[in-house]
């Protein structure tokens, strides 16, 4: 009795396993460079409570939309502002009514230098530094928050000789850590670890200086039909996806 008992527990685990690797699936998924990191953290937790399979590709979300335009088969978008999910839900390539917020950005002017930024980004009036790395402000909503800040320090006409752009945020960050650039305007969620900027000297930039960097997720219509893509889309609302998502300095 107790020997077919314990058979038919075992079968029973094995048929629940084979179930959810039955429905387990890929998702195919364009993020915004700034939240790259991220969301490789959060999918480690997503696979492993689903089963489905992450495949993301990070970029800068003004050439995201050109190519989800043109056909690329993502099937979510997470994006750095909420305007180009509503343009793409707009132009039929989205599902509206799947938009939501997923975080709050932070702008931050950080340099690998201990000594170089100083609270209140003083240190952009000085020949401190060779040049200042930012995002391309046509494509990266934080390189637009970067120079609508420093239109508000009245200093871009000034620095604009010693700017350096980035494809996307993440390129940004190399310029800097490379060398090429002495300070950058950044993504806080690049340089922070533990709630804490993690090495170098920052000033993280008040959130009047520049408009909300409100970042938005959509369902794409090549994912309407995918479960991996709305299941995504769920996790990321998740008290598990939100406690990550606050430690990388996110609001």
């Known amino acids: 009795m107790k020997l077919n008992l314990t058979k038919k527990i075992v079968l029973s685990l094995l048929g629940a396993l084979f179930t959810a690797h039955m429905h387990a699936a890929e998702v195919k998924v364009a993020v915004a460079a700034n939240f790259a ?65 997923y975080a709050i950005g932070t702008l931050a002017l950080w340099s690998p230098d201990a000594n170089l ?16 790395a930012i995002a391309n402000a046509k494509v990266a909503p934080y390189g637009q928050a970067a120079v609508q800040t420093m239109l508000k320090l009245g200093l871009l006409t000034k620095l604009e000789p010693r700017v350096v752009q980035g494809e996307n945020i993440a390129q940004t960050h190399q310029f800097v850590t490379s060398g090429n650039a002495q300070l950058g305007f950044m993504a806080l969620s690049q340089i922070i670890e533990n709630g804490k900027v993690k090495s170098g000297s920052a000033w993280i ?47």
């Not at 930024?117 to 200042?132: E, I, M, N, R």
Request: charged share 30%; aromatic share 10%.
């Open 117 to 132: 930024v100083d609270q209140g980004g003083g240190v952009l009036k000085t020949d401190k530094f060779k040049f200042l």
């Open 37 to 101: 990191k991220t969301l490789e953290e959060i999918t480690v937790q997503f696979e492993k409570d689903t089963g489905h399979k992450v495949l993301a590709t990070p970029g800068a979300t003004g050439k995201f939309y050109a190519q989800i335009v043109n056909g690329a088969p993502f099937e979510v978008f997470i994006s750095a502002d909420d305007e180009t999910p509503r343009k793409l839900a707009k132009e039929a390539k989205a599902i509206a009514e799947t938009q939501f917020t």
């Open 205 to 251: 930039v008040p959130q009047e200086f520049h408009d909300q960097l409100k970042q938005d997720a959509i369902l794409l219509n090549t994912g309407k039909d995918s479960v991996a893509a709305k299941a995504l889309l769920d996790y990321l609302k998740s008290d598990k996806a939100k406690k990550i998502i606050a430690t990388y300095g996110y609001k």
